[in-house]
T-cell receptor, first 113, second 115 residues
Framework: DGGITQSPKYLFRKEGQNVTLSCEQN?????MYWYRQDPGQGLRLIYY???????QKGDIAEGYSVSREKKESFPLTVTSAQKNPTAFYLC????????????FGDGTRLSIL | GQQLNQSPQSMFIQEGEDVSMNCTSSSIFNTWLWYKQDPGEGPVLLIALYKAGELTSNGRLTAQFGITRKDSFLNISASIPSDVGIYFCAGPQRNYGGATNKLIFGTGTLLAVQP
């Protein structure tokens, strides 16, 4: 089945540690996105990529980094510079074109130890 | 900047009741998307609307693209316990070049259904 796979489902980070969240899609979508969701809040865009080897900062990129070496993969690294990383992280992908919907993975919940 | 205002913020209803929620903006949208997020899961697309005045159904769900292109409505008929979740509206962010590949999301409506 085609879809978006995020792993792991749950992740714990120690102080000063970088952690990487995985996002893989087999939908052949060009564009991929990372969002952060805090309890009771909407979705805030961290980074997005419209094509391989290119990505742009979203609204809350500080403390995060991404790469897009393959069309299928868009990993997100939460660095030690992100002082409040506890949140639910969602990856999405989209077929580029006029007014296309985004499709989401099942999320990764990151907590601080 | 563009914003989407969703209301109500939360709803607590009895099983079998009908539900109505809406999304409004001061800006025009060419597409309205409605998503549902189950607890601990990612949002799932329910309905996509592409034309002003369009009325689209998906089972017990019906959504409408407002004629002014500044609002959209989602109705759920005969609610059941599995309708519990957060419902988000979304639309393409626009810049001077037109619609972008980024979405703006509403703040969500939390629906709780009492069996």
């Amino acid at each position: 089945d085609g879809g978006i796979t995020q792993s792991p489902k749950y992740l714990f980070r120690k102080e000063g540690q970088n952690v990487t969240l995985s996002c893989e899609q087999n939908l052949n979508h060009d564009a991929m996105y990372w969002y952060r969701q805090d309890p009771g809040q909407g979705l805030r865009l961290i980074y997005y990529s419209q094509i391989v080897n290119d990505f742009q900062k979203g609204d809350i990129a500080e403390g995060y980094s991404v790469s897009r070496e393959k069309k299928e993969s868009f990993p997100l690294t939460v660095t030690s510079a992100q002082k409040n990383p506890t949140a639910f992280y969602l990856c999405a992908s989209m077929r580029t074109g006029y007014n296309q919907p985004q499709h989401f993975g099942d999320g990764t919940r990151l907590s601080i130890l | 900047g563009q914003q989407l205002n969703q209301s109500p913020q939360s709803m607590f209803i009895q099983e079998g009741e009908d539900v109505s929620m809406n999304c409004t903006s001061s800006s025009i949208f060419n597409t309205w998307l409605w998503y549902k997020q189950d607890p601990g899961e990612g949002p799932v697309l329910l309905i996509a609307l592409y034309k002003a005045g369009e009325l689209t159904s998906n089972g017990r769900l019906t959504a409408q693209f407002g004629i002014t292109r500044k609002d959209s409505f989602l109705n759920i008929s005969a609610s059941i316990p599995s309708d519990v979740g957060i419902y988000f509206c979304a639309g393409p962010q626009r810049n001077y070049g037109g619609a972008t590949n980024k979405l703006i999301f509403g703040t969500g409506t939390l629906l709780a259904v009492q069996p």
